[in-house]
């Protein structure tokens, strides 16, 4: 009897859940629990993002099996343009050189910050002086820098800032930017100072979550300031070590910058990069040849090759940054 | 607290309110018809331009208005550059009248993407006493009139006055031969370190636009037409290989080119304007825009014709602007397009009193006036035109550009290469460099390069596609 009335008690309960479980479902609950005010205030987020972000890589898409010049009807060219690049000589030069930017930049300006964040990690008194002048060349804007450099540090004569230095010493002028083998490795070192400051602070940040008794139980054990840094910062920074990494790849696959306003991807072509090739496929032809379908089909390409490389990075690296 | 509904419909009022803003913002930005006015937006000076330049273009601007009260003018500033043109194009951001060098406008407009001003422009009182050759560039392949040709210039090598004189040379006696321009180029860098006694630009597409000019001097041509059409790209020529050899020579062993050989358009005339080089080569009518936007003292500048080898096919290469409309405008605004262009660009060629005012307006803000071109129209045209506004020739600057206006006339003009024409010339800008940063490149190699690669796109376009 308690369980029929407990059963026939429950009944209404039962049924009056279902019909507010069909009322949550119904567009009318929707609304009244302010499902429809969270979507107009969605909305302008939205419209900004489907047509400044989502929009133009889906037309990108599109453009990248067309050709068109914009004003007259585009027409469709199937893989053409992904053929055409893949058969222009000037892509695995560019290639190359975005790889030869890239490994540069691995080797000399991946480690140098986290090694200056380090030695600035240890000093005592002014840190906040030499945190300025790390992060200063971050806050001089990019093309004023790169003329700076351009124009002063890199200027081939013997009169030149850097070549005034080196003369002090007696080595002869340097074609800096002015020879296809020196050109890309100048590119790289300017790269390195003006991006250096930014990682500095990021590593600085991670550096202070590093507890400090981890460092007295090393010093316990009778370790050095090398072996401190081995044995307790890099693996503690690890999880940072890993993100920047990455970044830095991204970040140098799309170098434009530096070759653009250095060097017009010159002399020779020997700092054409993949992300300056696509810009002279778009724009580098005026006479309404532009070859817009493939500067979109490269973009492709690269944000691919980035996508899969990020993927791939990330399940490699997911056991080293969880343990 | 509001309700949900309340702030919903406040939010939706928002959005709505946004929307009609950004709508009436593009709507607004379309230079239709303000107060009854038909308004275009037209190219005045380039970006950098003084303001003494920009006070003669406005008063321009004023003196055409009250002549035409049925149109508003906007003056925007613009330079056509290899490498910004098209994004301007197809980003519709070209205002309604902008100029675009031989090179491009028959590409333009054949591929649809210029006003067809064919009535308009023949309606003109001048529209059928055009120079054939000029005006062949701003038609399309029908003979449509897309445009009005202006400032073609031939090209030059421009000096500095003061370093020849300081190097022991006679500024009024340039170098006629390409061996007394490398002699001139030794000798100014002797006596000033640091100075290129001769340099050539390589960069955005002009390494390829002077190594062609070269190439003319001394006979030979980038591209070849068949009787049947069909074009043919040839730059691993005899021609173009002493060309780069005369190069060579002058930067590895004479060591006259200075130490930076990276220049485009703007770096070259900015070095000129530094004083950081002596000598190079440009258009005829470059001194304008130097002295617009690189403070060159036209006392201090001199021009002189680009030496011509002998040989019935040794030339100057001749190039020039066409003043074009832009494709989106209405009938209405394209009608008042072309009275700006005949006001500004036909009228002081043809019109004493338009030259004289023109003249007038430019002397008045320190602007040049009289730097050399090419006729538009015949040569009786020019010659009456040159008198017209000898005297408010800039003070000197006749005298000073003397060695090239005296000979140009008799010279052989031969036009750009008419197909691809930017695209040869960009992939012939590393040729360039290779030659200016490397002692020993493969100069045969690299130009066959160039040839395999132009003649693949000209190979495409839809009129070579049949021709064999």
Redo the contacts between chains.
Sequence with gaps: MTTSTERVGTRPAVSGGAARGAERRSPLGWVKR?G??NF??I??LL?IFGIFSWWPIIDSVIISVQHT????APTFVGWNNFVFVLHD?LFLTAVKNTGYFALLALIFGYPLPLVLAVLMSEVKRAKGLFSVLAYIPVVVPPVVSVLLWKVGFY?????GVFNSILGWVGIP?Q?W????ASAMPSLVLEATWAAAGGTIIIYLAALTNVAPELYDAAEVDGAGIWKKIWHVTLPQLRGILLITFILQIIGTAQVFLEPFLF??G????STTTVLLLI??Y?????????N?GAATALSLMLAGFLAILSWVYFRVTRNWSQN | MKS??K??IL??AG?AA?SLALSGCSAGAAGANANGKTEIVVASLEPGASAEALKAFSDQVKTFEKKNPDILLKGEEYK?T??????E??G?TLPDVFG?PF??SK??A????LANLNKLVSALPYGNKFNKNVIAVAKNDKGDIFGLPYTPYAMAISYNRADFTKAGLDPNKPPTTWDEVEADAIAIHKALP?VAGYMQM????TGGWELTSATYSRGGRMETTASNGKVTVKTDNDQTKAALAYLSKLRWKDNAM?????L?WDGINQAFGSGKVAMYMSGSDVITALVQNDKVDPANYGVTTIPLESGPDAGVLGGGNVAVVN?HDTPAQQAAAVKWIDFYYGQPQVSQSASVTQSKTLQASKQIVGAPTLPIFDQATYTQQQSWIKPYATPGLLANVAPFTSTILNDNIVPEPNK????LY?AL??VV??V???KN?NVDSLLK?VDV?IQA?IDADPDQASLK
């Design positions: 302010g429809f005010a107009i205030f909305l302008p419209l010049n914009f004003v007259a000589p200027d081939a004569s013997a009169t002028p074609p930017i002015q020879d296809p060097t017009a010159g002399p020779v072509n810009y002279q778009a724009f580098q032809s005026s006479d309404g040849g532009s817009y | 949900p509904r702030v919903a939010a939706a959005v946004a056509w290899g490498t910004t043109f098209a994004a194009l197809a519709g675009v090179t491009d590409a333009l054949n591929n649809g993407q640091g390589t960069s955005g597409n200075g130490s930076n050989f990276l485009d494709v691809h024409t930017q695209d960009g800008d590393s460099q290779a200016l940063t490397q490149p390069a690669k796109l």
